[in-house]
């Protein structure tokens, strides 16, 4: 492993470069708005390139071991680099549909990138997020610019209750979550690194205490609203329904993403703490995966029927976080590229969809086959790997984390996936039955005609060429990406995040409650 | 007063928050001082540990605890702003729009 003392500050901080390219960019954005007038396109090119840039940063700084600093534990390793690599990549899928939304509905606000850009950035501290005051600060940071990214923008009725909705909703579970941390922080002993409380917590003799017991609780209580785990779920389908369609994925995905990342940590934290600790997040992985798919049988809005999959996926990437495994972390990694590919590319089809037919009813959409063959042909897509219909990536990476759960003595987490892809086939099928066979729809519009305005990057083709730019990649990879995962799954088994830290905590806690016997 | 009355004084600060959240049906203003409520008790048991530990970390957590209160109420303030303007009323009651 690669040792870092006090005095190396320069490898220490090539750690955190890939966060450290977002906040120039950010700027120079803030700074040509408030000194440019007029056409505020060229926003898109730059928060496109500042991601692009990013991405290449961790691959450039492609190692095996991980670094680790005596004083915080394990900072960085590769699968915290492909955690913060797959934020950068919502990030850039997410560019050329938000330009195209914005070019269509001329409301082209320098809003919309600087919060993605801020919203990345904060999405990727979590991953080098090692002591109390970064992990407390970064779901925050995170957060407070994904609330105004779900509708800001907009000036009609449903995305401004959206917003409303979730950044309260939101700011009432980081509450909660960091009402946590002063109990992990003072009965310690003043200590702020994941060593020094666990220490503190051997030498003050407080395992069982009820402060130290009821921290777990309260920072579970908030972590898992972000990834909007059942019962905190519900403002994912108001931000699918109330958000306008190209830009609607962006904060549930990446508040998931780095949900994913930040839980990651904490659970290395809680996890000698309690032996139970697990309970909880099982309980509430199994609600996710059934009431997510049940649910999304009975909505009638296309965009609110999609908000349903993501929470059961949820479920499914939850199951591979309380494995705690090699397997367990490679499943929960390759199962979040899965989210990320499979849900924009659903949507990104959606976005098509429903530019033509005006509306996002799905019983409006019915026969919408025999109108336009290949539009409807994309919905049509776009459940098959949410459902889970082979040979889409969808049918990997549920029976994988199946199989992490019967390792990790999960027993009741092992039939949930079988059984919820039978609902999520089911309710897919019906859709599939409605836009090829029945009639009743509306009439499909014609596509429309705009000036294109974004000379670096859109194409001489057709005026929709950025949403399909953007979703040519998508399909590709939510198809293809099951049959190429193996190189995913084997770089995550071989680098599990503070894997060392929590195997000696375990040891340290077992020997303080030897010596308290 | 010991710490443990502090301590108390911030648990009893914290949970009226969270009752401020649950029960407030009447203004989305109601809703964004209880949060804030919540990040003061939060800040409240820093500082209490900070001061009884004697060490700083604890104050250096508080500050960012009240900087990130502070961003969130700026947010808060600006989208109910929004929401005002498209809505025109701060009632909780009419956030109905969306259901299912």
Known sequence: ????????????????????????????????????????YWSYPISLTCPVIGIMVPLSQWREEPI???????QTNTCDDIFQSSILLRSILRAPLSAEHFQCTEMAVTESPFFALAATLGGMFPRCASDLVTISVAPERSSLCLHPSSGCTSRDVRPSEATVKYSLLGGTSSSILVHGFPWLYGPPGGEVQPWGILNGIVESKMQNSAGISIAPVRIMAGIVFKPSLVPYHQWTPDVYEGSPTPVVAFPPVT??????????????????????????????????????????????????MLAYPPISQIGYITIGLIAGNPSGYASMLTYTLFHIFVNLGALARIA?????????????????????PLLALR?????????????????????????CGRQAGLYPLVPIGPLTSVISIYHHSKIIKLLMGERGGRKLATPRTINKRIPSLSSPHTPESLIELGTMPRVVASTTLGLTMNPVTTTARDNIPNQIFAHTATILMDFGEMSSE | ???????????????????????????????????????????????????????????????????????????????????YRTRGTMAVEYATGMKG
Not at chain 2, 37 to 66: K, R
């Open chain 1, 255 to 304: 508040s998931k993403v780095a949900a994913s990342g930040l839980a990651t940590r904490i659970f290395n934290l809680l996890s000698p703490l309690s032996g139970e600790w697990h309970l909880l997040p099982e309980i509430l992985a199994i609600l996710s995966t059934i009431l997510g798919n049940l649910i999304a049988i009975a909505q009638k809005s296309m965009k609110r």
């Open chain 2, 1 to 83: 007063m010991t710490a443990v009355n502090y301590l108390t004084f911030s648990t009893i600060l914290f949970l009226l928050a969270i009752g401020g959240v649950l029960l407030n049906s009447q203004n989305l203003f109601i809703l964004l001082m209880s949060i804030e409520l919540m990040l003061l008790a939060v800040n409240m048991n820093f500082l209490v540990f900070s001061v009884l530990l004697d060490d700083m970390m604890g104050q250096l957590l508080a500050l960012f605890i009240l900087a990130v209160a502070a961003a969130d109420s700026a947010m808060g303030l600006a989208i109910l702003v929004t929401t």
């Open chain 1, 68 to 74: 680790i600093s005596p004083a915080c534990g394990a």
């Open chain 1, 1 to 40: 492993m690669t040792e870092l003392g006090f005095g190396s500050r320069l490898p220490y901080g090539s750690t955190i470069s890939p966060e450290c390219i977002p906040i120039p960019s950010s700027i120079i954005i803030l700074m040509i708005d408030s000194t440019h007038e007029g056409d505020t």
């Open chain 1, 352 to 372: 098509l969809f429903s530019s033509r037919t005006g509306t996002d009813s799905i019983r409006d959409c019915a026969g919408s086959c025999g109108q336009d």
């Open chain 1, 379 to 403: 919905p049509t897509l776009s459940p098959s790997p949410l459902g889970g219909f082979p040979p889409l990536s969808g049918p990997f990476g549920k029976p994988y984390s199946s199989w």
